[in-house]
């Protein structure tokens, strides 16, 4: 019998870590797409149909058709994005409307969404993303007023207030990489309120 690797029909599988995603599996999907160590089963024409970026990648031919990656029988294509902001894009793409639900990580999120709607050329996740970020992040003070009355900033405690600092800084970086500078004020107005101590806590300069 001839080795089918000879003839030029040989497929491998190596992931024994990697796992189904337990939101996006397509069961007829004719790619498998590897963030981290989910695998999300897609179709090539759905992500197509809403990225150029995907369109080119899969309309290049393989350097050799007889060395390629599978996942459970299926062709794998690896991405150097997070399983958690690749399954958000995903659940739009498929479920038709992902709301983001407002909490603590939803900045995060809808970032993310911004982040991957430009990376991958998905324009109406990108511009859906940011006309919700612009409503959550006024650029002026009576912006802020409007959406804020009477609005004071206080914390149960300094490790409530830290952890919102650090919280806050994570947008700002992310708003700031994404050149989102409207998100700027309103975002840095969090990372200015700790004291030296609670910078610092009782560290001394011994350690």
Known sequence: MDDPAQA???RFETHPSITRSE???MDDGNIVIIAEKTAFRVHKSILSLHSEVFKD???LE?????LEET???CPTLHISDAASDFTLILEILYIGGKSVAPNKRFVLELLAMVALGRKYQITHIEESAVQTLKSRYPVTLECWESLHPGRTTTFRNSQEKVKTCIHSMRIYTAAQALDLKFMLPTSSHFIFVLTPKE???TRTSRG
Do not use: K, L, N, Q
């Open 8 to 10: 030029g029909e040989a």
């Open 23 to 25: 939101r996006i599996w």
């Open 57 to 59: 990648i899969f309309e």
């Open 62 to 66: 393989h350097p050799s058709d007889s």
């Open 71 to 73: 996942f459970e029988g």
């Open 199 to 201: 910078v610092f806590g």
